[in-house]
């Protein structure tokens, strides 16, 4: 390694599956042209790297340590290398420079883009990744925060896309799964197996349940959450849509009953084998789970007035998006894809088995 080159640490989270632990890229990857100039924008040498190489993308993810005893968390992609990473960077950095200064998110500091890198800098928030299973306390507070995003005006001024088209281009599961069952869905969700044309024809609701003019993220979970002693921050913006306030509460307590809640219901137990072999479920706090998504949502601001047949066409949509998702092979970018879907689909089913069709 040349001598000017930060050194790295390297931090793992070992809740979250390390989809490119070997490969993402550190500082000492970056050409000298560009680190030159990045510290040039930054009017300090970096002399410590601390690369979070957990998640699921191949760029660069790395809290720098200025010589000026700033820091600075930098994102980094090259185009020739990771076209759909460098131009999710590029998206959220426009939608970066747009979020109303209300929005609980790290400070967007600067970005750079030559055609075939894009770099962007964030302020450094010295947090962490809510743990799973969830602490109740911890939920709490990120709920909290998800009411108080949902009523921050601005998503139209922001050009920011219509949320209903998105999901229900996205929400097709069903009917493809009706058309084309796999052979094991019956172990695997004997209770939506039984339900396919029902379910085909709910998600057709998503279209008009996501309606709204509230900033979405639409990627709400833990992975794109830090908590502080004071406050819950909201990372990565790169599928921020306008639509109904309440769509981040249901994607995050779909994920939630996938992760389990600490103390109220165990996740469950998934197994997808690689060489295409029968996946594998067992949760015996189904049912558990289900109900107490229902009551949490039910007991939320956001979800107090919501039609029922629009949570279950979002729920539903959700849970045929991610079955069919498990369907295909893994991509080599994240090749935990199939097993986290499958997880996400039993719990939207168990949420759904409750609110019944």
Same mark, same amino acid.
């Given at each position: ?15 979250? *599956? ?143 896309? *219509? ?26 969700? *004997? ?137 295909? *092979? ?28």
């Amino acid at each position: 390694m040349p001598d000017d080159v930060a050194t790295t640490r390297v931090v793992r989270s070992p809740q979250d *599956p390390r989809a490119h632990a070997s490969d993402r890229l550190r500082w000492a990857s970056l050409p000298r042209e560009l680190r030159d100039e990045i510290e040039a924008t930054m009017e300090a040498h970096v002399v410590e790297e601390i690369s979070v190489v957990s998640g699921f993308t191949p760029g660069m993810g790395s809290l720098l340590r200025l010589s000026t005893g700033e820091q600075v968390f930098l994102k980094a992609a090259r185009t020739r290398d990771a076209r759909e990473c460098a131009d999710l960077h590029r998206t959220e950095a426009r939608i970066a420079t747009r979020l109303p200064a209300a929005v609980p998110t790290p400070r967007f500091l600067w970005g750079h883009g030559d055609g075939d890198w894009i770099v962007l800098a964030y302020e450094a928030i010295d947090g962490y990744p809510p743990q799973t299973p969830w602490d109740p306390a911890v939920l709490a507070r990120v709920l909290d925060t998800l009411d108080d995003l949902a009523r921050i005006p601005g998503a139209r001024q922001m050009s920011l896309p *219509p949320a209903g088209p998105q999901l229900a281009s996205a929400s097709i599961g069903w009917g493809r799964i009706l058309r084309d069952p796999p052979e094991h869905l019956s172990s695997l969700a *004997p209770w939506a197996a039984r339900r396919l044309s029902s379910l085909a024809e709910l998600e057709l609701g998503v279209l008009v349940a996501c309606e709204g003019e509230s900033i979405v993220h639409g990627d709400m979970r833990a992975r794109n959450l830090t908590v502080t002693d004071d406050a819950v921050y909201v990372l990565d913006w790169p599928y921020a849509m306008r639509g109904a306030g309440w769509l981040d509460l249901g994607h995050l307590l779909v994920t939630v009953g996938a992760q389990g809640v600490d103390g109220v219901f165990d996740p469950p137990e998934v197994s997808v084998p690689d060489d295409g072999g029968t996946p594998v479920v067992t949760w015996d706090d189904a049912e558990r789970a289900g109900a107490w998504l229902t009551a949490v949502f039910d007991d939320h601001p956001l979800g107090a007035e919501v039609h029922p047949g629009d949570l279950r066409s979002i729920v539903g949509g959700f849970a045929g998006f991610s079955m069919d998702v498990t369907r295909k *092979p893994a991509p080599v970018s994240d090749p935990c894809r199939p097993t986290v879907a499958l997880g996400q689909a039993v719990s939207a089913l168990a949420w759904l088995e409750h609110l019944g069709l």
